[in-house]
């Protein structure tokens, strides 16, 4: 008995077919944090990071990326390492301060063992300065 082998392509391309044929379509959905449909995060200042990924293994220059919404579109961050010393820190600024808005910042760091660290990023209420978001990643840190 002859094996056939049925590429990637061609499955997804029946699949499609399959699908218009029978009315359906397929929409495209994007995790953006800075589209926000929860009323409760209206108007509350925030700093959520979507990448990386809690536990993710990074080296130096690892990118981190999210979305905030805080005094002056402000966030500040901190990578401490295992031992709790501060391996890093910086402030990252999103361009509109108006409504929740993308980020983007690159973490370099030096280090001679891998090790467990902690991400913090946090913000401060319009007005206040009071503390308004706050999140932690932990992130193994490969030299």
Known sequence: MPV????CAALVAVVAVVLALAGCTIKRVHANSCELT????AQAPFVIATAPSAGARVRTGFRVSGCLRTDGNIAEWRLTGQDGGLLAQGQVRARDDTRPERFLFAVDFTIDRRQI???ELTGAAAGTGALAGR???PLVLMP
């Open 4 to 7: 056939r082998v049925v590429t």
């Open 38 to 41: 929860d009323p409760a995060l």
């Open 117 to 119: 660290a902690e991400l």
């Open 135 to 137: 999140m932690v990643l």
